[in-house]
DNA sequence: TTGTTTATTGACTCGTCAATCAACAAAAAA
DNA sequence: TTTTTTGTTGATTGACGAGTCAATAAACAA
């Protein structure tokens, strides 16, 4: 039955039940049993490759900002102005596969463990950097100086309306948030309707 | 020993002493001893008064929205202009008692509660509701048919910002946060600065 | 005085869960 | 072939926590 090379197979299989679970759970109140299960295997072994509950946590944090950032990197490629590239920011974000209902809630919890975690906590922090800083440097050659308080205003709004999804989801919140965010950056750069 | 007319003094103290272990721990993974310890009694105390976990959360809940709601209020009697109660809602929101670490952390926790408890999402919805009805009253007569995207951009900013401050909190942050929420509301005004 | 309501707790039940371990199986290296 | 490495699980341990209950006691009503 064994077959060779399943750890990275079975940390995967791993990484996705836990964010599922969470989904499902709406909390980070799930069993290491439930995860397991979900994956298919057996909870000894989830302790096994990962040694503990908190890093299979982590895990599966690090897992989803990674998809994130990757998201982000992927529609800058086709991005060529200020203006464009902020648009790809903002359309990334909210794109399908971080804005589905688990992937939501699951953000939402890690918000949770970051107060109790500080590696939880540190991982958040960069994701606010790098969001900041991405649009800290698309803003600045349109705003100037004022692109600092810019930004904090635009990443923040994106944090606000992730938060109000996780309470409601529809068909329509995916298209609904980015047409608001854009119209927010369309304020901040000064386009009278 | 026992003297009459305690309920309505020990429930207040088991709401208190949630919000503030709620706080301390930075998730609801909380104990129903450590909550009645914190007040001063028994857990069998807080089971007799509650009779549950989930009723306790749910009276910290709807505590921790009515404090808001009397901020609120308080704040408008004061303001006369739309104006001036629009900077009345956003200042009171960042007040500093809703904007301690404790009370950032409870709501965080109770958006949390919110995936799992019908009650805890009727209480959040109705403050989201409530929030935006008010934006929007003092909205409607400075921008007409935008006030519902402007009061949509500003709630959402206001719920990000929250966010944002339950991970790092400094002494400034009450400051910064209505600096910014009030700079976005000039923005959606059209002050051109 | 006797009975009822309100306040209060220590002890207990029952369940759950994270983590560990012994044991088994197959592939690969020796 | 023997040994080591890798994969895998069922069973177990040890701890903890929500909710219940019986018992105790003060206040109040009859």
């Given amino acids: 039955m064994p077959k060779l090379g399943m750890e990275p197979i079975r940390r995967a299989a791993l990484v996705k039940a836990t964010i599922d679970e969470i989904g499902a759970n709406g909390s980070l109140d799930v069993t290491v049993s439930q995860i ?9 072994l989830a302790h096994h490759y990962f040694g503990g509950k908190e890093q299979i946590f982590l895990a599966a944090m690090r897992h989803t900002l990674s998809v994130y950032a990757a998201e982000v990197r992927g529609a800058l490629i086709m991005a060529d102005t200020p203006r464009e590239r902020l648009e790809a920011i903002i359309r990334a974000g909210f794109g399908t596969s971080n804005f589905r209902r688990e992937v939501i809630a699951a953000w939402l919890n890690f918000y949770v463990l ?23 440097f698309n803003l600045r050659p349109l705003l ?17 309306i992730y938060l109000r999804e996780a309470l409601t989801i529809t068909k329509t919140s995916s298209k609904a948030a980015t047409k608001h965010v854009l119209a927010a950056l369309d304020l901040e750069l000064g386009k009278t309707k």
């Fill in 36 to 44: 397991a299960k979900r994956a298919g295997m057996s909870s000894a």
């Fill in 114 to 136: 970051a107060q109790t975690s500080s590696e939880a906590k540190r991982l958040l922090t960069i994701y606010q950097r790098r969001l900041h800083a991405n649009l800290m």
């Fill in 144 to 160: 100037g100086d004022d692109a600092q308080d810019a930004a904090y205003r635009i990443g923040g709004l994106i944090d606000g």
